[in-house]
Every structure is written in C-alpha cells, then in structure tokens.
C-alpha cells in the first residue's frame, strides 16, 4: 500500500494533479480556473449506491452551475468503463450526466487526497488495490479546500446538503457573517462576536439578540 499523503485541512491548498476523465484529460488546477469546485469520489463504476449519487448529483448540476460551481467526480476504472456506466446511471436516475469522472485506477488521486478506506481493508478490487470512500471535497476558485467530508463506502451521501453547505459558505463569505444550525438560504444568519452589536446594528440594522454573545439577523439581498 502507497505511503499516506500528507493530511489535508480546510484552508489547504487542492493537491494538483493530471488525469484522464470521461471527458477527456485535464490538468486539475486548470480546471478549477474561476470556479467553485465540487470533488466527490466514488468506490467503483457499476455499484449501487454509486449509481443513485452519481444521478442524484447530476439531475441537481444546474443548480451548482447557478452558483458558480462545477461538479467532476471520481472513481477507480478506467474512461471506456466510466462511459458505459454513465448510460446505466441516465437510464436508472433519469438524468444526463455531463461532469467528469476522473480515472484513478492506480488510486494515485485518492491517495493525495486521503480518499482511500483505512478502516475496512477487505474494501478492495479485485487486484487487491484499496477502494475509495465517499469524500467530498468543496474548493474554491483560489484552489483552498473549504469543506471536507467523508463518508463509508456503504452509506450514500445528500446532495442536497452539499449544496446547502455551498450556499452557507458563499453567504458567510460574502457577509462576514456565520450560519447557525440547519440554515438554509433566507433564514437569519449570526453576528460573529468579533463584531460589536453596534458595528452590527450600522451594517445590517435589526439585531435580535439571544444572548451576548448569540445574536442574529437577517440578509436582504
């Protein structure tokens, strides 16, 4: 088994990398360009769960494009596999996926990224290579990984709070503000405590303060 890389953090740049996709080769951090970046990988090609989130994410891709975010997946088999499975994935979801799916039969893109599954080691091909768990990754245009999350091979993730958590991170980005528990776009936001209820009251205007130290407002965009 390889060496592990580096561990990763938020607030770290995106490793680099060159790969073959579905879509052709690119260069990642050419990729990335000006956009948000949505890096989610994958086991392998024809599984099941696979299956439903490789289709849930791309019938819910307009709403990422919308938001100045592409979506590129991951998984361990090669293009011409990855073709095949992207009819199986349209035909069973309804969708028509159009992002990449990066190759990485030699697991080296996982390995960079730490993607590969250290608590089960049966989770393997059939060369006896280690699979990859369901990681995402949220990246933005300046190549810094902003969110992180990582689940079992055995257990699908929820598009919908990957792209709740985009939403929240452009908001508190775009605001200086934070997002309480749950938030989803229009809900009130949090004053952070490094700014004075009354700096807060110039900017935003109607504060509701629970506590000192908890107070809460709203966004009129």
């Given at each position: 088994?390889?060496?592990?890389?580096?561990?990763?953090?938020?607030?770290?740049?995106?490793?680099?990398?060159?790969?073959?996709?579905?879509?052709?080769?690119?260069?990642?951090?050419?990729?990335?360009?000006?956009?948000?970046?949505?890096?989610?990988?994958?086991?392998?090609?024809?599984?099941?769960?696979?299956?439903?989130?490789?289709?849930?994410?791309?019938?819910?891709?307009?709403?990422?494009?919308?938001?100045?975010?592409?979506?590129?997946?991951?998984?361990?088999?090669?293009?011409?596999?990855?073709?095949?499975?992207?009819?199986?994935?349209?035909?069973?979801?309804?969708?028509?996926?159009?992002?990449?799916?990066?190759?990485?039969?030699?697991?080296?893109?996982?390995?960079?990224?730490?993607?590969?599954?250290?608590?089960?080691?049966?989770?393997?091909?059939?060369?006896?290579?280690?699979?990859?768990?369901?990681?995402?990754?949220?990246?933005?245009?300046?190549?810094?990984?902003?969110?992180?999350?990582?689940?079992?091979?055995s257990t699908g993730r929820?598009?919908?709070?990957?792209?709740?958590?985009?939403?929240?991170?452009?908001?508190?980005?775009?605001?200086?503000?934070?997002?309480?528990?749950?938030?989803?776009?229009?809900?009130?936001?949090?004053?952070?405590?490094?700014?004075?209820?009354?700096?807060?009251?110039?900017?935003?205007?109607?504060?509701?303060?629970?506590?000192?130290?908890?107070?809460?407002?709203?966004?009129?965009?």
């Open positions: 088994m390889a060496d592990r890389a580096p561990p990763l953090r938020l607030g770290s740049t995106a490793p680099d990398f060159d790969a073959e996709t579905s879509n052709g080769p690119i260069n990642f951090h050419k990729f990335i360009g000006d956009k948000w970046t949505i890096l989610f990988s994958h086991p392998d090609d024809f599984t099941p769960i696979c299956t439903t989130e490789l289709g849930a994410f791309a019938k819910l891709e307009p709403e990422f494009t919308a938001r100045n975010t592409q979506l590129i997946g991951l998984s361990a088999n090669n293009t011409e596999s990855h073709h095949r499975w992207i009819k199986d994935i349209d035909e069973v979801s309804g969708s028509s996926l159009k992002f990449p799916i990066i190759s990485d039969p030699e697991r080296k893109v996982a390995y960079a990224y730490d993607m590969v599954d250290y608590q089960d080691t049966t989770n393997v091909d059939s060369k006896g290579l280690a699979l990859t768990i369901r990681s995402v990754f949220i990246i933005d245009p300046a190549k810094k990984i902003r969110l992180i999350m990582t689940y079992p091979a929820n598009t919908a709070e990957v792209l709740r958590v985009l939403d929240a991170l452009k908001t508190t980005e775009k605001h200086g503000l934070t997002t309480p528990i749950n938030w989803l776009p229009g809900d009130d936001v949090v004053i952070p405590p490094t700014v004075s209820t009354a700096d807060a009251k110039a900017k935003f205007g109607e504060i509701r303060e629970v506590k000192p130290y908890l107070r809460f407002t709203s966004l009129k965009e």
